[in-house]
Nanobody, 117 residues
Framework: VQLQASGGGSVQAGGSLRISCTAS????????TGWFRQAPGKEREFVAA???????VYVDSVKGRFTVSRDNAENTVYLQMNSLKPEDTAVYYC????????????WGQGTLVTVSS
């Protein structure tokens, strides 16, 4: 599985962006997918995840502002980010881990989101 992220960019505080991650390969629905981010000088942190049944989980700092979704037919996971804050500035990475075989764990190349005040 290869993951290709896209849609990052620069936006002012309060604005919105949607980033996408498309997976190659088959059986995308067998994977738990999600987003992590890494701000300059900080460790990578979990942001949101969604499973094949579309159950979602978010880190507290983005609840109510970000929405994760997926299209299994298109092998794509999305992260809609609203009410962006400067502290959301980071490289966002998509991740896919097999539901049963946890060693099948894949990362996208990252997409930069910059939020200016």
């Amino acid at each position: 599985v290869q993951l290709q992220a896209s849609g990052g960019g620069s936006v002012q505080a309060g604005g919105s962006l949607r980033i996408s991650c498309t997976a190659s390969g088959r059986h995308f629905s067998n994977y738990l997918t999600g987003w992590f981010r890494q701000a300059p000088g900080k460790e990578r942190e979990f942001v949101a995840a969604i499973n094949s049944k579309r159950a979602t989980v978010y880190v507290d700092s983005v609840k109510g502002r970000f929405t994760v979704s997926r299209d299994n037919a298109e092998n794509t996971v999305y992260l809609q980010m609203n009410s962006l804050k400067p502290e959301d500035t980071a490289v966002y990475y998509c991740n896919a881990v097999h539901t049963f075989y946890g060693d099948l764990n894949y990362w996208g190349q990252g997409t930069l989101v910059t939020v200016s005040s």
